[in-house]
């Protein structure tokens, strides 16, 4: 299969990591929850993970790689007062003041 299309997603955040398996048809991400979370692939998708940080969704349909993509960061999307979470690599997050204390 040639890849045409490809998303690249970065996880931010301690302990926060992902991998694949089964020749990028499973895809297991630990986002800080009790349990990992675990995504099947599409047919016409593939997923690599060149760091445990890092994630490469590709295929040779754009709407479904960028689809997965999509659920992907849905996850955990990025929050704006930390910046932690799954962001698309080009994505900036602009990030919120806290409280302020007297």
């Known amino acids: ?3 045409k ?6 996880i931010v955040g301690v302990g926060f ?6 020749e990028g048809r499973l895809l297991y991400l630990k986002l800080g929850y009790s349990h990992e979370v675990e995504l099947s692939v599409p047919p016409a998708v ?3 993970c060149f760091k445990p940080n890092v994630i490469c ?3 040779i349909d754009k709407y479904r790689v960028h689809q997965f993509a999509a659920s992907v ?7 704006v007062y930390k910046g932690k979470g799954i962001m698309y690599i080009d994505e900036v997050i602009k990030k919120k003041q806290g409280k302020k204390s007297k």
């Open 57 to 59: 969704c590709t295929g």
């Open 5 to 10: 299309f490809f998303r690249f997603l970065k």
């Open 73 to 79: 960061r849905s996850c955990k999307p990025p929050e």
């Open 1 to 3: 299969m040639e890849a």
């Open 17 to 22: 990591k992902a991998r694949a398996e089964s």
């Open 46 to 48: 593939r997923v690599f």
